[in-house]
């Protein structure tokens, strides 16, 4: 993707109009075709592509090949161009696999049991990169795709008893399932382009927006030509916002395809925004650390380099949303077994039988509604996170911090036994992808308003005392002192009797740990990680001093029961406790 320090791109996907849906279908078919046969014909020159990396990707393919399938020169730069890109993608992660390869080892394996089959063993894999990047002093970005490839070798493992030798063995042949062409690989708007998009916006209260949208592609009989009249696609408002003072730069065309196997094509508007200037570390004074909590998705709580706590506590509880979306996958799950049971009874009947046809139409209507569950389900998730992201930058601005430190993503484990273990576990897994989300969305939006943004392993930021730093126990309740539990909700340190609720403790470690990055960016310009043991991590104070959150107080008391969960307010008068199912224009206004 071009860009560059100071750009960022972002990407609105927009589906075509009715009208161009079959031509555009087409010229992705041809564009496929064409595509996977360079694909496949490059392949053996991947680590020329790891290598030479000069000019636009279009370029690189051209000087090895030349179009299998010639549907003009514009055409096959965008093909190129498409394949260009993959290629290049594909070569880094090569390289990260070179990385891993001397690594890789059975200890990534959980052996099979009776009755779990072998799986991938999480703990040891983040382990073992943590050591490896801190060899490397790289960023948590290639954490991600470090920990991409060694779970992608653990599945072949998985498969063949074996890790794989060399990348090639790992990755088959990258060939596109579904339609792909970039637009970029046309550079300049001289005559003989492959597209044509203009943009018409007209001023008023709510400003309006309508692309104007030409390309070219083959018709029925093949034959490549022009689409006579452009095609007007609607533009979301979040586009022409981002247009007024980012740029365009050429859309991709792509084929989504769904779950009922229906393909549509969608334009993907590409818009290049500044991004805002990170701060100098020499002005940095606030950091506002995250923790994804066992009992709230997220706890965040802000931090000067002094060690003193700013404000309250913020914790994002999401009991009313995890309950509604296990009520959808329990809703899918009856679905599914209706299904099944419509099939079996189809099958039973002979083949002539007439009955036979009102089974399949009702499956196909179930099918629909299973559909339709997910596409809800999958919604929900993206708007809780997006409000969650929102919120943290908003936090973070409040109190005026630059820095948010936040806790990687890590495995979640099973709390509970018994009854409702299923249940649990999947809110747990769909609590992963949640996480997955917010922490992809927090490290785009910081880069667009100036935030900086780090992540900080999570190990034994429970189970540490904010206020002393000496290991710390975690009980069930602050009353319940009798029997240490692991995931228990309250932290009480026996060295200095601190107290407080376990994911607010965490937060605040994770911010102690922010300020020792901070710390050491300031005083020697880089930082290596630092455990929450580590002497350079320090102990935090709470004065109450710059309490001056916008957030309303929950009330004069403390509250201290909230839909029948209790809020623990220790240390100061009230703790604000929002729930995410709020709409979001009503959150906002309710932080001030
Ligand atoms: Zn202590």
Redesign the pocket.
Known sequence: MRSSRTQQPVTYDVRLPDEAQADALRLLDASRSVVNEALTFLWPSLDDFGTERVGPAWKQVGMYTESPQYHGERQWRCESETVGRILRAQAERKKAFDLIHPILSDGFIRPKTATRPAGKKRSAITEAITALQTSLEQDETSFVELQNVIEQACNYFLHHDRFPLTYEELQPLPLLSVGLLTYAGDDGGAKGQAYRLAIEIEEGQEPKGTARFRFRYPDEQGVWQWRKADTLIPLPNVVIERLKTGTLLAPTLREERKADGKRIAVLDFIVEVEKAELPPWEAMERILGADWGIHTLLTATALDTHHQQVGRPFFLETGGFDGKQARTRRQIDELKKKVAAYEQAREALPAQDSKRRWYTEQMRMLRREIDRCWRKYEQRNRALAHLASNVLLLLARVHGCSLLSMESLKTLKTTGRGKGVQGRWRNYRNNATIRGEIWRLLRYKCHLIGLRFHTEQPRGTSHT?P????A?KTYRSPTDRNEAVNWGRWLW?E????NGDRDYCASLNIARLGVAYLVQMKTVGKARPCSITDPRVKPVSYTGAGSVLLLPPTGINPARHVRGKICYCPGWLSSAFLQSSQPKAVFLRLCG
Do not use: R
């Not at 206020?467 to 000496?470: A, L, M, V, W």
């Not at 060295?495 to 601190?498: I, P, V, Y």
């Open positions: 005392c206020q002393c730093g000496k710390a340190c060295a200095c009797g601190f």
